[in-house]
């Protein structure tokens, strides 16, 4: 039994005298004088299409992508651009002057803390706490054992 590589190679058996014939002459031309490799260099060419061929042709379908999201970019920002004019305000509004007496009395506490020598201003100085700070767990219960042995 034939395998489909012999079926293929017996309808085509009767071309490879022509193509004995093409490999030859081909490889006649290599091997004559006149070829060289200094004819048969490629076209001088300039940088920007050395450029053009080397880094951008290849990738040309990334580089579609990249522009595509900058046009988008572009676009989303010129839509959400403000067409209306930014004023400024003329002129700030007058002081409080509720504003202004905090600021002064401040100020002549903060003179006299200067000049008292204290480490902490009076009105920084906070009253004890209205519930102390809670002892650990064992003091704790050394004071129910304790209050019981005495019951």
């Known amino acids: 039994m034939k395998t489909p590589r012999d079926l293929l190679l017996d309808r085509r ?4 005298p022509d193509l004995d014939q093409q490999r030859a002459a081909a490889l006649g031309r290599l091997t004559s004088p006149a070829f060289s490799l200094e004819t048969q260099t490629a076209p001088n060419r300039s940088c920007w299409a050395l450029l053009w061929l080397e880094w951008v042709y290849p990738c040309r379908r990334a580089w579609a992508g ?3 999201a900058w046009l988008a970019i572009f676009i989303l920002n010129s ?7 930014t004023t400024l305000a003329a002129a700030p509004p007058p002081p409080n002057p509720a ?17 008292s020598g204290d480490s902490e201003p009076a009105h920084t100085r906070s009253a004890p706490p209205l ?9 704790h219960r050394s004071q129910q054992h304790e ?5």
């Open 13 to 16: 058996r009767h071309r490879v």
């Open 66 to 68: 990249f522009a595509a």
């Open 79 to 85: 839509l959400s651009m403000d067409s209306g004019k």
């Open 99 to 115: 504003w202004a007496q905090l600021v002064l009395a401040r100020r002549s506490d903060l003179w006299q803390w200067l000049e």
């Open 131 to 139: 519930h102390p700070a809670p002892k650990p767990r064992s003091e």
């Open 147 to 151: 209050s019981l042995r005495i019951v």
